[in-house]
């Protein structure tokens, strides 16, 4: 078997969100409870299982989890996962690969030290959000939120919050166990706010409010830099970890009806 620790979407190559890459044919004897399991042990952010769809099939597909819980999509681990299997030099330049809940193509392709993919915008009816709702969770004020609230997705849904500055923004101490609660009731991946930095029109900070322990805050969240892509119709630049001492980028773009999101992608954890 074969493990391999990854930093994804790093400002530098020291930096980035965590996964650890499992790929070998001892996976197929593998539980679903084996994998959480071991991703709880890993004490890592995400785990990413690469798995074959029969012995002689040369279709791959990457499951996801994170210490918590399974999940449909992870994009940090999908860049660590494709690095992984271009290092093994059996693949071209052009990478395709299937989420293994949703069965959700994945494209990749890289530039030097950055790799992105490509997915579909997700189309579904996602619950609205009252603001005064979101600031209870986040327990903020009302007034410091800005445009409606908003679930959006591409692959992982996320409740979108625009809030008024990054003081307001880094300064956020949420109800984590509730935030995690609406999600479970309402089929949503979590919260992610974010403000404008000033820098651009289409340069933001953020903060992905998901675990239920905030020691596990992401310093990196692909899906969340997708989603909002999607709802600001815009190409992005999102800056993320600053508060965690851990500064990433993150860069997201629209093109024929999927979006593009990646960074630099190093190995080691």
């Excluded at 030099?89 to 030290?113: C, E, I, Y």
């Excluded at 409740?159 to 003081?167: D, H, R, T, W």
Aim: aromatic share 8%.
């Amino acid at each position: 078997m074969n493990i391999e620790g990854y930093k994804c979407f790093g400002a530098t190559a020291l930096n980035g969100n965590d996964a650890v890459v499992v790929s070998g044919p001892e996976l197929s004897g593998w539980s679903l409870q084996d994998r959480q399991q071991f991703t709880i042990d890993q004490n890592a952010h995400a785990c990413v299982f690469v798995d074959t769809e029969g012995p002689a099939s040369d279709q791959l597909t990457l499951d996801f989890y994170y210490p918590h819980a399974r999940s449909p999509l992870c994009l940090h681990a999908s860049l660590a996962a494709a690095d992984h299997l271009w290092n093994t030099g059996q693949h071209g330049r052009v990478l395709l690969l299937t989420s293994s809940m949703r069965k959700q193509p994945l494209a990749f392709d890289r530039a030097g030290d950055n790799i992105f993919v490509s997915v579909d915008i997700q189309q579904a009816d996602f619950p609205s959000v009252p603001a005064s709702d979101v600031a209870k969770l986040l327990r903020c004020d009302a007034g410091v939120l800005m445009l409606p609230p908003e679930v959006a997705s591409v692959g992982s849904p996320k409740l979108l919050v625009e809030v008024a500055s990054e003081a307001v923004l880094y300064s956020l101490q949420p109800n984590l166990d509730a935030i995690a609660e609406w999600g479970r009731a309402n089929g949503v991946n979590g919260c992610f706010v974010y403000a404008r930095t000033g820098a651009s029109s289409n340069e933001y900070a953020g903060r992905n409010f998901n675990h239920v322990d905030p020691a596990m805050e992401d310093a990196a969240t692909g899906v969340a830099a997708g989603a909002l892509s999607v709802r600001l119709d815009a190409d992005i630049t999102l800056y993320q970890g600053r508060n965690l001492d851990n500064p990433c980028v993150i860069r997201a773009s629209r093109t024929a009806g999927k979006i593009r999101v990646g960074g630099r992608v190093a190995t080691g954890r």
